[in-house]
Protein backbone atom coordinates (compact mmCIF):
# COMPACT_ATOMS: atom_id res chain seq x y z
CA UNK A 1 0.00 0.00 0.00
CA UNK A 2 1.09 3.38 -1.01
CA UNK A 3 0.54 7.19 0.06
CA UNK A 4 -0.20 9.85 -2.18
CA UNK A 5 -0.18 12.10 1.02
CA UNK A 6 -1.07 12.08 4.92
CA UNK A 7 -4.43 10.06 5.19
CA UNK A 8 -4.65 8.85 1.35
CA UNK A 9 -3.76 5.86 0.32
CA UNK A 10 -4.04 3.20 -3.17
CA UNK A 11 -3.71 -0.22 -4.03
CA UNK A 12 -1.27 -1.12 -6.83
CA UNK A 13 -1.04 -4.75 -8.67
CA UNK A 14 -0.55 -7.28 -7.03
CA UNK A 15 -1.95 -5.75 -4.16
CA UNK A 16 -5.33 -4.73 -6.02
CA UNK A 17 -5.75 -8.29 -7.53
CA UNK A 18 -5.29 -9.94 -4.04
CA UNK A 19 -8.15 -6.75 -2.52
CA UNK A 20 -10.57 -7.93 -5.11
CA UNK A 21 -9.73 -12.12 -5.01
CA UNK A 22 -11.03 -11.75 -1.24
CA UNK A 23 -13.75 -9.38 -1.60
CA UNK A 24 -15.12 -11.79 -3.98
CA UNK A 25 -14.36 -15.11 -2.36
CA UNK A 26 -15.87 -13.28 0.92
CA UNK A 27 -19.07 -12.41 -0.99
CA UNK A 28 -19.57 -15.94 -1.92
CA UNK A 29 -19.31 -17.14 1.43
CA UNK A 30 -21.78 -14.88 2.69
CA UNK A 31 -24.34 -15.54 -0.32
CA UNK A 32 -24.33 -19.04 0.42
CA UNK A 33 -24.78 -19.11 4.15
CA UNK A 34 -27.66 -16.74 3.11
CA UNK A 35 -26.91 -13.16 3.97
CA UNK A 36 -28.14 -10.78 0.81
CA UNK A 37 -25.99 -8.20 -0.38
CA UNK A 38 -26.84 -4.30 0.46
CA UNK A 39 -25.41 -1.40 -1.38
CA UNK A 40 -25.26 1.83 1.02
CA UNK A 41 -24.90 5.75 0.00
CA UNK A 42 -21.34 6.75 0.62
CA UNK A 43 -22.94 10.38 1.82
CA UNK A 44 -24.95 10.75 4.57
CA UNK A 45 -26.55 14.25 6.04
CA UNK A 46 -24.92 15.43 9.51
CA UNK A 47 -27.78 14.86 12.18
CA UNK A 48 -26.39 17.48 14.96
CA UNK A 49 -29.29 16.55 17.30
CA UNK A 50 -28.96 12.85 16.78
CA UNK A 51 -28.46 10.57 19.75
CA UNK A 52 -24.97 10.36 21.44
CA UNK A 53 -23.76 7.33 20.01
CA UNK A 54 -24.79 8.52 16.61
CA UNK A 55 -23.71 12.04 17.23
CA UNK A 56 -19.94 10.91 18.78
CA UNK A 57 -19.96 8.51 15.56
CA UNK A 58 -20.75 11.32 13.10
CA UNK A 59 -18.03 13.97 14.47
CA UNK A 60 -15.73 11.19 13.60
CA UNK A 61 -16.42 11.91 10.12
CA UNK A 62 -15.14 13.95 7.20
CA UNK A 63 -17.62 17.14 7.10
CA UNK A 64 -18.61 19.37 3.77
CA UNK A 65 -21.65 21.76 3.13
CA UNK A 66 -23.98 20.54 -0.12
CA UNK A 67 -25.15 23.44 -2.19
CA UNK A 68 -27.94 23.52 -0.28
CA UNK A 69 -25.69 24.54 2.60
CA UNK A 70 -26.41 21.81 4.31
CA UNK A 71 -23.87 19.96 6.54
CA UNK A 72 -22.88 16.07 5.18
CA UNK A 73 -20.73 13.37 5.56
CA UNK A 74 -18.62 10.59 4.43
CA UNK A 75 -19.81 7.37 5.80
CA UNK A 76 -17.47 6.83 9.05
CA UNK A 77 -19.07 3.35 9.69
CA UNK A 78 -21.17 0.98 7.61
CA UNK A 79 -23.30 -0.92 10.55
CA UNK A 80 -25.36 2.01 11.04
CA UNK A 81 -25.97 2.56 7.58
CA UNK A 82 -27.24 -1.18 7.65
CA UNK A 83 -29.24 -1.16 10.43
CA UNK A 84 -31.14 1.93 9.48
CA UNK A 85 -32.06 0.47 6.20
CA UNK A 86 -33.27 -2.54 8.46
CA UNK A 87 -35.20 -0.36 10.75
CA UNK A 88 -36.66 1.79 8.13
CA UNK A 89 -36.87 0.30 4.45
CA UNK A 90 -36.66 -2.95 4.95
CA UNK A 91 -38.52 -3.09 8.23
CA UNK A 92 -41.88 -5.02 6.42
CA UNK A 93 -39.30 -8.17 5.82
CA UNK A 94 -39.55 -10.87 8.05
CA UNK A 95 -36.97 -11.57 10.84
CA UNK A 96 -34.05 -12.47 10.95
CA UNK A 97 -33.14 -10.42 8.21
CA UNK A 98 -29.51 -11.64 7.24
CA UNK A 99 -27.05 -8.68 5.33
CA UNK A 100 -24.10 -8.41 4.29
CA UNK A 101 -21.87 -5.09 2.59
CA UNK A 102 -18.75 -3.83 1.29
CA UNK A 103 -17.20 -0.96 0.75
CA UNK A 104 -14.75 2.11 2.29
CA UNK A 105 -15.56 3.89 5.47
CA UNK A 106 -13.87 7.66 6.29
CA UNK A 107 -12.61 8.98 9.55
CA UNK A 108 -10.65 11.69 10.35
CA UNK A 109 -7.74 10.84 11.90
CA UNK A 110 -6.59 11.86 15.46
CA UNK A 111 -3.02 12.95 15.92
CA UNK A 112 -0.71 10.14 16.50
CA UNK A 113 -3.20 7.45 14.86
CA UNK A 114 -1.94 5.33 12.49
CA UNK A 115 -4.35 4.27 10.02
CA UNK A 116 -5.42 6.41 6.90
CA UNK A 117 -8.16 8.10 6.71
CA UNK A 118 -10.11 5.24 4.40
CA UNK A 119 -10.17 1.59 4.78
CA UNK A 120 -12.25 -0.86 3.40
CA UNK A 121 -14.03 -3.39 4.87
CA UNK A 122 -16.60 -5.96 4.28
CA UNK A 123 -19.20 -6.86 7.04
CA UNK A 124 -22.63 -9.20 8.32
CA UNK A 125 -25.26 -8.36 9.87
CA UNK A 126 -28.28 -10.68 11.43
CA UNK A 127 -31.16 -8.34 12.45
CA UNK A 128 -34.45 -9.35 14.28
CA UNK A 129 -32.85 -11.88 16.41
CA UNK A 130 -31.54 -11.03 20.52
CA UNK A 131 -30.67 -14.98 21.21
CA UNK A 132 -27.37 -16.26 21.75
CA UNK A 133 -27.69 -18.65 18.73
CA UNK A 134 -27.00 -14.97 16.35
CA UNK A 135 -24.14 -13.94 18.38
CA UNK A 136 -22.70 -18.20 18.10
CA UNK A 137 -23.74 -17.85 14.20
CA UNK A 138 -21.56 -14.47 13.68
CA UNK A 139 -18.87 -15.11 16.03
CA UNK A 140 -17.95 -18.74 14.04
CA UNK A 141 -18.82 -16.80 10.36
CA UNK A 142 -15.84 -14.20 10.80
CA UNK A 143 -13.69 -16.91 11.89
CA UNK A 144 -14.56 -18.69 8.96
CA UNK A 145 -14.78 -15.53 6.68
CA UNK A 146 -10.99 -14.64 8.03
CA UNK A 147 -9.58 -18.01 7.25
CA UNK A 148 -11.19 -17.67 3.42
CA UNK A 149 -9.16 -14.33 3.37
CA UNK A 150 -6.14 -16.43 4.12
CA UNK A 151 -5.51 -15.44 7.72
CA UNK A 152 -5.20 -19.30 8.94
CA UNK A 153 -3.93 -18.61 12.51
CA UNK A 154 -6.25 -15.73 14.57
CA UNK A 155 -7.41 -15.16 17.93
CA UNK A 156 -10.22 -13.63 18.35
CA UNK A 157 -10.41 -11.92 21.74
CA UNK A 158 -13.91 -12.10 23.67
CA UNK A 159 -15.94 -9.72 25.71
CA UNK A 160 -19.00 -8.72 26.73
CA UNK A 161 -20.06 -4.96 27.46
CA UNK A 162 -22.91 -5.65 30.00
CA UNK A 163 -20.47 -7.20 32.33
CA UNK A 164 -18.18 -3.60 32.45
CA UNK A 165 -21.66 -1.79 32.83
CA UNK A 166 -23.06 -3.81 35.33
CA UNK A 167 -20.05 -3.65 37.82
CA UNK A 168 -19.48 0.01 37.24
CA UNK A 169 -23.78 0.40 38.49
CA UNK A 170 -22.69 -1.74 41.26
CA UNK A 171 -20.14 0.50 42.01
CA UNK A 172 -22.29 3.63 41.92
CA UNK A 173 -20.79 5.62 39.27
CA UNK A 174 -22.10 8.39 37.47
CA UNK A 175 -21.80 8.99 33.93
CA UNK A 176 -18.84 11.16 33.37
CA UNK A 177 -16.87 8.30 35.74
CA UNK A 178 -18.54 5.69 33.18
CA UNK A 179 -17.65 7.67 30.12
CA UNK A 180 -13.45 8.09 31.58
CA UNK A 181 -13.64 4.57 33.08
CA UNK A 182 -14.56 3.07 29.12
CA UNK A 183 -12.16 5.96 27.37
CA UNK A 184 -9.14 4.19 29.85
CA UNK A 185 -10.63 0.86 28.77
CA UNK A 186 -10.66 1.60 25.20
CA UNK A 187 -7.27 2.27 24.90
CA UNK A 188 -5.66 -0.23 27.75
CA UNK A 189 -4.45 2.29 30.13
CA UNK A 190 -4.94 0.58 33.17
CA UNK A 191 -2.58 2.81 34.80
CA UNK A 192 -4.75 5.92 34.37
CA UNK A 193 -7.50 3.53 34.91
CA UNK A 194 -6.37 2.51 38.12
CA UNK A 195 -5.55 6.13 39.29
CA UNK A 196 -8.58 7.29 38.79
CA UNK A 197 -10.46 4.68 40.64
CA UNK A 198 -8.49 5.05 43.41
CA UNK A 199 -8.65 8.98 43.29
CA UNK A 200 -12.78 8.54 43.28
CA UNK A 201 -15.75 8.76 45.43
CA UNK A 202 -16.30 5.34 44.38
CA UNK A 203 -17.17 3.23 48.07
CA UNK A 204 -14.24 1.46 48.92
CA UNK A 205 -15.99 -1.85 48.60
CA UNK A 206 -17.26 -1.60 45.17
CA UNK A 207 -13.89 0.08 43.91
CA UNK A 208 -12.32 -3.01 45.45
CA UNK A 209 -14.65 -5.33 43.08
CA UNK A 210 -14.29 -3.10 40.09
CA UNK A 211 -10.37 -2.95 40.30
CA UNK A 212 -10.48 -6.65 41.15
CA UNK A 213 -12.78 -7.78 37.96
CA UNK A 214 -10.26 -5.19 35.78
CA UNK A 215 -7.38 -6.95 36.64
CA UNK A 216 -8.41 -10.63 36.14
CA UNK A 217 -6.02 -12.41 34.30
CA UNK A 218 -6.59 -13.98 30.42
CA UNK A 219 -7.27 -17.26 30.55
CA UNK A 220 -10.01 -20.42 31.42
CA UNK A 221 -9.84 -19.01 35.00
CA UNK A 222 -11.45 -15.49 33.90
CA UNK A 223 -15.07 -16.54 33.84
CA UNK A 224 -14.64 -18.72 37.06
CA UNK A 225 -13.49 -15.86 38.76
CA UNK A 226 -16.14 -13.56 37.18
CA UNK A 227 -19.14 -16.17 38.19
CA UNK A 228 -18.02 -15.48 42.04
CA UNK A 229 -18.18 -11.65 41.56
CA UNK A 230 -21.59 -12.46 40.76
CA UNK A 231 -22.56 -12.42 44.58
CA UNK A 232 -22.36 -8.76 44.48
CA UNK A 233 -25.20 -8.05 42.16
CA UNK A 234 -28.07 -8.60 43.59
CA UNK A 235 -29.88 -7.52 39.35
CA UNK A 236 -28.44 -11.39 38.84
CA UNK A 237 -26.77 -9.20 35.56
CA UNK A 238 -23.44 -10.61 35.31
CA UNK A 239 -24.70 -14.31 36.03
CA UNK A 240 -26.69 -13.59 32.72
CA UNK A 241 -23.57 -12.28 31.04
CA UNK A 242 -21.47 -15.64 32.00
CA UNK A 243 -23.68 -17.72 31.08
CA UNK A 244 -24.23 -16.61 27.41
CA UNK A 245 -20.47 -15.77 27.03
CA UNK A 246 -19.90 -19.95 28.55
CA UNK A 247 -22.50 -21.28 26.10
CA UNK A 248 -21.38 -18.95 23.32
CA UNK A 249 -18.11 -20.17 23.14
CA UNK A 250 -18.55 -23.65 24.14
CA UNK A 251 -21.17 -24.10 20.84
CA UNK A 252 -18.54 -21.18 18.54
CA UNK A 253 -15.97 -24.62 19.63
CA UNK A 254 -18.15 -27.31 18.47
CA UNK A 255 -19.35 -25.51 14.92
CA UNK A 256 -15.57 -24.65 14.42
CA UNK A 257 -13.18 -26.39 16.04
CA UNK A 258 -10.38 -24.98 14.81
CA UNK A 259 -11.38 -21.54 16.54
CA UNK A 260 -9.38 -19.86 19.11
CA UNK A 261 -11.17 -17.97 21.39
CA UNK A 262 -9.45 -15.67 24.20
CA UNK A 263 -11.66 -13.97 26.70
CA UNK A 264 -10.99 -10.41 27.34
CA UNK A 265 -13.45 -9.11 30.11
CA UNK A 266 -12.34 -5.78 29.37
CA UNK A 267 -12.20 -5.29 26.06
CA UNK A 268 -14.50 -2.41 24.89
CA UNK A 269 -15.24 -1.22 21.73
CA UNK A 270 -15.04 2.49 20.15
CA UNK A 271 -18.45 2.42 18.65
CA UNK A 272 -20.94 3.08 21.82
CA UNK A 273 -23.70 1.35 19.99
CA UNK A 274 -22.46 -2.04 21.09
CA UNK A 275 -25.03 -3.56 24.02
CA UNK A 276 -23.68 -7.29 24.70
CA UNK A 277 -21.29 -9.91 22.99
CA UNK A 278 -17.96 -7.98 21.65
CA UNK A 279 -14.64 -9.60 20.17
CA UNK A 280 -11.84 -8.63 17.98
CA UNK A 281 -9.83 -10.46 15.91
CA UNK A 282 -5.80 -10.32 15.90
CA UNK A 283 -3.46 -11.89 13.62
CA UNK A 284 0.21 -12.26 13.48
CA UNK A 285 1.77 -9.68 11.07
CA UNK A 286 -0.57 -7.01 11.83
CA UNK A 287 -0.62 -5.08 15.03
CA UNK A 288 -4.61 -3.78 15.05
CA UNK A 289 -7.65 -5.97 14.94
CA UNK A 290 -8.41 -7.84 11.86
CA UNK A 291 -11.96 -7.83 12.30
CA UNK A 292 -14.67 -6.45 15.01
CA UNK A 293 -17.86 -6.78 15.98
CA UNK A 294 -20.80 -7.78 18.30
CA UNK A 295 -24.65 -7.44 19.69
CA UNK A 296 -26.23 -4.01 18.96
CA UNK A 297 -29.54 -4.31 20.00
CA UNK A 298 -29.40 -0.69 21.12
CA UNK A 299 -28.68 0.94 17.93
CA UNK A 300 -31.78 -0.55 16.77
CA UNK A 301 -34.01 1.17 19.79
CA UNK A 302 -31.97 4.72 19.03
CA UNK A 303 -33.67 4.20 15.46
CA UNK A 304 -37.02 3.21 16.24
CA UNK A 305 -37.47 -0.59 16.04
CA UNK A 306 -37.00 -2.20 19.01
CA UNK A 307 -34.67 -5.74 18.36
CA UNK A 308 -31.88 -7.70 18.41
CA UNK A 309 -28.72 -7.08 16.02
CA UNK A 310 -25.28 -8.62 16.09
CA UNK A 311 -22.74 -8.27 13.34
CA UNK A 312 -18.88 -8.33 12.51
CA UNK A 313 -16.89 -6.13 9.79
CA UNK A 314 -13.41 -7.34 8.26
CA UNK A 315 -10.52 -4.82 7.86
CA UNK A 316 -9.63 -5.51 4.09
CA UNK A 317 -6.01 -3.83 4.46
CA UNK A 318 -5.32 -4.94 7.35
CA UNK A 319 -6.16 -8.78 6.68
CA UNK A 320 -3.85 -8.07 3.21
CA UNK A 321 -1.25 -6.70 5.83
CA UNK A 322 -1.58 -10.06 8.14
CA UNK A 323 -0.79 -11.97 5.01
CA UNK A 324 2.05 -10.17 3.96
CA UNK A 325 0.67 -8.94 0.54
CA UNK A 326 1.27 -5.44 0.80
Same mark, same amino acid.
Given at each position: ?? *?????? *???????? /???????? @?????? %??SGYQEVVIPLVQEYASNGPRPLKKLMDSA??????? &?? /??ILRPDMTEVVASLAAKELRE????????? %?? *????? !??? #??????? *???? #???? /? #?? #????????????ASRCLEEAGISSCQIRLGHVGLIEAVMEIAGMEEAEKTRVREALLVRDLVSLERFIQGSRIPEGSRDFLMEILELPDGEKLLESAEA?????????? %??????? @? !??????????? %?????????????????? &?? /?FEAYAPGHGGPVCGGGRYDGLLRLLGRSEGAVGFALHIEHILMAGGRI
Open positions: MN *SFSEGR *SYLLPPES /VSKREIEA @RLAGIL %SAYKFIDYR &GR /VMLPRPLRLFY %SG *SIFKA !RRP #GEADGLE *SHQI #GAEL /V #GD #GEPEADIEILTLLAAYDPSGRI %SCVVSSL @R !RVIKEAKINRP %SIQIQLDLGLVRDLEYYT &GM /V
